[in-house]
């Protein structure tokens, strides 16, 4: 009797356990249905425009059929190189510095100043390079994107490359210092190049965080429909060139805006695959 | 306490000598007062228990131990030609001027991650400006022979020296210090992250490495101080309580500490 009942309770037991084990994994699903239904949409939708002119051609006048996104992909090509050669450097310096200073009051204070960097909304950002560069510069200008994604990437390269250069023992800053090596050559020339693969992992995480922003840009690299001029002019981007042409009215410029957003999480998506092989490599 | 041996050591030249030397972290008192002479072409063994000092004493002598957070030294290190007046904490002194004439090799292999084993030795010379491909060419192969790696490592210089075993790393590192051409090789407990074979390796060609540079060597191991060193100093609680002829150490010890020590009644 006694064992009968237990077994009744185990099968009870059982079967509870298997209708939570299916919610968890409906609500793990849930979570994550949206990267699906994105991903699906974008293929039904920009798939249709995806062809050679697309990434060749300049857009057409409304009305027209035809053209392509070559100005914004070049255009967001550009800023985002300007916003690495700005901020890359400048991240790293600053992790470096974190790290050199460790438990310091000037680190604590540089950590926090990075973390609320971090949390300004990124039209904020937007405004201050309008601010500081365009404003100046009387018109808006690749300068001012790239000045823009770059202040948006600086946080986050400091933070991860603090991160990747804590992880390096302090016996191996001690062996560099003890080799009669001042301490920023040890952090150079000794520390960085080991942990290069986990600083250029942090590096294309910020790239891939820049390359989607749109917000920075609207009021200062701006945008064009003729293709790149020179730094000091407006400058297209796929972001901003999807929010316009996804609010128009004209149907061919709606489904460019489809394409782009669909070349546009392409490449976040690789981005994101490349850093993901870089970190198992390290 | 130390008074008959210092007078022996009077004899030879000094390589380096310290002053009533006291070493902090924080608030707690880790060297106290520690005035010893240790002659040229010495290999001085440092022994005593754990956290007793050593350490931290050996770490002074480069100006190593100022690095960590917290750490304070007061007293001299006399190193003939180091700085004015010889000494390395006189005010103005570079660390950086005093660490190329100090080498270190610690407890655990540290060599540079990313970097082959000919820039592993390579390395300080070239930080240092020397590019001269035949000069580092040489160094290299001459430091790697006095470490005694030479003949494993010649066909692989290009392989990364975290490659190597524990042993070999160790040795690498030993490489990586001669190099720079030290006055001075400080020891931290080098063989004791090692194997016996290794170990044995290591306290072979510290024995041949009096004839170039002087060694001062920390261990926890009496053999090893007994086998590879001609002089011994015998730390306790932050203290020096004993420094001789390592024979007369180990044979017939002066304070009653020490002898307790060797003959294993305590650490």
């Not at chain 1, 309008?130 to 990437?153: D, E, Q, R, T």
């Not at chain 2, 540290?110 to 400006?129: C, E, H, Q, T």
């Not at chain 2, 160790?170 to 400080?186: E, F, G, T, Y």
Request: proline share 5%; net charge positive; charged share 20%.
């Amino acid at each position: 009797m006694k064992n009968m009942k237990l077994s009744a309770k185990d099968r009870s037991r059982k079967i509870y356990n298997q209708i939570w084990l299916g919610v968890l994994c409906l609500l793990a699903f849930a979570a994550i249905m949206p990267l699906f239904f994105i991903f699906a949409y974008l293929l039904v939708r920009g798939w249709a425009g995806l062809s050679l002119s697309f990434f060749t051609e300049i857009p057409k006048p409304v009305g027209e059929v035809g053209g392509g996104m070559a100005n914004a992909i070049s255009g967001s090509l550009v800023l985002m190189a300007l916003a690495a050669i700005l901020g890359v450097p400048l991240g790293i310096t600053c992790g470096m510095t974190l790290v050199e200073l460790r438990k310091s009051s000037t680190a604590k204070f540089l950590r926090v100043a990075i973390d609320l960097l971090t949390s300004v909304p990124s039209i904020v950002v937007g405004l201050f390079a309008y601010a500081l560069v365009v404003v100046p510069m009387k018109g808006y200008s690749a300068w001012a994107g790239g000045f823009a994604l770059a202040i948006v990437m600086v946080p986050i390269v400091a933070r991860s490359t603090e991160e990747i250069l804590k992880l390096v023992p302090r016996s191996i800053h001690e062996a560099g210092l003890a080799l009669g090596i001042p301490r920023w050559k040890v952090l150079v020339r000794l520390i960085l190049p080991g942990v290069k693969t986990g600083v250029t992992t942090g590096v294309l995480l910020a790239l891939a965080r820049v390359s989607g922003e749109t917000a920075p840009l609207l009021f200062t690299a701006f945008s064009n429909s003729f293709g790149f001029r020179g730094l000091s002019s407006p400058t297209a981007s796929l972001p901003v060139q999807i929010y316009t042409y996804a609010t128009s009215h004209d149907e061919t410029w709606r489904q460019l805006a489809w394409t782009g957003a669909l070349v546009l999480v392409f490449v976040v998506f690789c981005l994101n695959l490349l850093t993901r092989i870089l970190m198992r490599r390290t | 306490m130390a008074s008959s041996v210092s007078t022996q050591a009077m004899h030879a030249p000094a390589a380096l000598e310290t002053r009533d030397l006291n070493a902090w972290f924080g608030d707690l008192h880790v060297v106290k007062g520690i005035s010893l002479s240790v002659p040229q072409n010495d290999v001085y063994a440092l022994i005593g228990p754990s956290g007793c000092g050593k350490s931290t004493f050996i770490r002074c002598l480069n100006r190593l131990h100022e690095e960590t957070d917290g750490a304070r030294v007061k007293g001299e290190v006399l190193i003939p030609g180091a700085a004015k007046a010889d000494n390395i904490y006189a005010s103005g002194v570079d660390p950086v001027s005093i660490r190329r004439r100090v080498g270190m090799v610690f407890q655990k292999p540290n060599p540079f991650p990313g970097l082959s084993i000919y820039d592993n030795v390579a390395v300080g010379l070239k930080l240092a400006g020397i590019v001269r491909r035949n000069i580092l060419d040489d160094v290299v192969e001459t430091s790697l022979r006095q470490a005694a790696l030479w003949e494993e490592v010649k066909d692989k210089l290009k392989k990364p020296g975290t490659s190597l075993s524990g042993g070999q790393q160790q040795r690498l590192c030993i490489a990586r210090a001669l190099a720079v051409k030290p006055q001075v090789l400080l020891m931290d407990e080098p063989t004791s992250a090692l194997d016996p074979i290794s170990t044995a390796r290591i306290e072979e060609l510290v024995i041949k490495l009096r004839n170039d540079v002087t060694v001062l060597i920390v261990t926890h191991n009496m053999q090893q101080a007994a086998r590879i060193s001609n002089r011994t100093a015998f730390f306790l609680l932050g203290e020096l309580v004993e420094t001789g002829a390592t024979k007369e150490i180990f044979t017939n010890p002066k304070d009653t500490r020490t002898e307790q020590y060797i003959t294993g009644r305590f650490g």
